[in-house]
């Protein structure tokens, strides 16, 4: 036997649960019988064919066509209905109450000064908001007599964060937290990292099992990438710098999302090639932003603050052959995950980590994404903001270039604005412009409706000038791209 293999079966129970699988090091040192091995492949390939079929493969019910996943968050969000949009109004008002105790009064040792810990002077205020906005949009669709203020209330702001976003963000966090752990302890992750890691390490400085966290998010959730992505770091799967890149480039709209900015731009008969297209270019995107700042100067240490090694990095490379590298991981990974204890003990730490901080999360979700749709539709900032992308634009010979410009800087507030925007200004804008505008918007992952406060509020150590930096880092980079595939797609 090499010497440092550990020989799994033959620890005792104590030093079997001691066994940290998540570290790539320790996963390829460790050494299996072949009945145990063979045990380990049907494991795997069960709970990864139930992954994949609840994450990724897209079914029709009732006429809608989604994940299982969406389906049933979808199934939740109308099971609720209006009594939906009213607990988020008492949950909401209830954390914006509490918050100004905790923030601005509680003793830093007490509960609610622990709670509010690290937030801002001004989270407050943001949360005071959410809660304010959201009981007078229940008001309204609760009691007709009842007028609230168009700004607030309309299905330009609040008629469509509420539905679109928060009640499903009400669902999808809990939900997703269940069946996180079935995607990511069964050995599909790491199968699918030994394989992509030749690709992803040079061209992305990310590790082969990223890839996941950006399928999920395509075919899922944003919010759901950031989660899967948040619990490998705190396992110490990612490092800081790791964890910002994926949270910040591959945590990008789902299918759905895409599908609608899309329909918006009235490109909905070339959805495929655009999403595909957006999608490479998207890539693009990250193999540049993670070459500069502010991604370049973040600090490749894990959690645990020890700083990654070159030894490390070709530890998750691995030697031999890849596709056996990659099977045996999912082996042994799936082998040593499959007892009841451990998967109740992984989906209640998912569970406890994530609702801990879940009223937070969706008030500030809710508040910073009504926000920026308020700003979008009724102030000129983003007309404004649009001076930064015009003259990249012009030189380009975009047409309709200030349209597209204006459109384009409204994705700061959420995915669907640009198109939004883009569709309220004129009819008949180029197809090309249209182009440009989609595939942009599904590039800018980073954007306040959504990703924003959930990175923010989640511990993704980065910093929110960081993140409005990317945005237009993002946005930038990603406008020639869409300019050459406009004029090879159309």
Not at 208 to 237: D, H
Not at 436 to 456: D, G, H, N, W
Request: proline letters at 4%.
């Amino acid at each position: 036997m090499e010497q440092g293999m550990i020989k799994f079966e033959e620890l005792t129970q104590k030093e079997q649960l001691e066994v940290n699988a998540n570290d790539i090091t320790v996963l390829d040192r460790i050494e299996l019988s072949v009945r145990a091995n063979k045990i380990g492949l049907v494991k795997s390939l069960f709970y990864s064919a139930l992954s994949i079929f609840v994450f990724f493969i897209q079914i029709d019910i009732g006429g809608t066509r989604n994940i299982p996943f969406g389906h049933v968050v979808n199934f939740l969000v109308a099971l609720l209905g209006d009594a939906g949009v009213w607990a988020c109004a008492v949950v909401f008002s209830i954390v914006g109450i509490l918050s100004i105790y905790g923030v601005y009064f509680a003793k830093k040792d007490s509960g609610l000064g622990k709670y509010f810990d690290g937030d801002s002077k001004i989270h407050p205020i943001l949360y005071l908001f959410g809660g304010l906005y959201c009981t007078l949009y229940a008001l309204q669709i609760t009691i007709p007599e009842f007028q609230s203020p168009e700004i607030l209330v309309g299905s330009l702001t609040a008629g469509t964060i509420i539905p679109v976003v928060v009640l499903p963000g009400l669902w999808i966090i809990p939900v997703s937290c269940i069946f996180i752990p079935l995607l990511l302890n069964y050995g599909l992750v790491d199968a699918v990292g030994a394989l992509l890691e030749p690709l992803m390490r040079p061209l992305l400085k990310l590790p082969g099992r990223s890839a996941v966290n950006a399928i999920v998010s395509f075919v899922g959730s944003c919010t759901c990438g950031i989660l899967i992505t948040l619990s490998q770091f705190k396992k110490g799967m990612y490092t800081k710098k790791e964890a910002v890149i994926i949270a910040t480039s591959f945590s990008a709209v789902s299918v759905g999302c895409a599908n609608l900015a899309i329909r918006i731009a009235g490109l909905e008969d070339y959805f495929v090639v655009v999403y595909l297209s957006s999608l490479v270019i998207l890539v693009c995107v990250c193999a540049i932003t993670s070459r500069i700042p502010p991604l370049m100067g973040k600090p490749s240490v894990y959690i645990d603050e020890h700083v990654q090694t070159k030894e490390e990095i070709l530890a998750q490379r691995g030697s031999g052959n890849i596709f056996v590298r990659a099977i045996g991981r999912a082996q042994k990974k799936a082998y040593i995950s499959d007892r009841i204890s451990n998967l109740v003990r992984e989906v209640g730490l998912s569970v406890s980590s994530t609702l801990s901080v879940f009223p937070k999360i969706m008030t500030l979700l809710a508040s910073i994404g009504m926000i920026g749709l308020v700003v979008a539709h009724y102030t000129p900032i983003f007309e404004w903001m649009g001076y930064i992308f015009l003259p990249v634009l012009k030189v380009l010979g975009v047409e309709d270039a200030s349209i597209v410009a204006t459109s384009l800087a409204a994705g700061i507030g959420d995915m669907t604005l640009p198109t939004s925007v883009m569709a309220s200004f004129a009819q008949g804008i180029a197809t090309e412009s249209r182009y440009i505008v989609a595939s942009v918007s599904i590039c800018q992952v980073v954007f306040l409706a959504e990703t924003i406060p959930v990175i923010l509020t989640l511990g993704v150590p980065a910093k929110f000038w960081e993140l409005l930096l990317l945005f237009f880092e993002q946005t930038l980079i990603a406008i020639p791209f869409a300019v050459l595939f406009a004029s090879i797609l159309f």
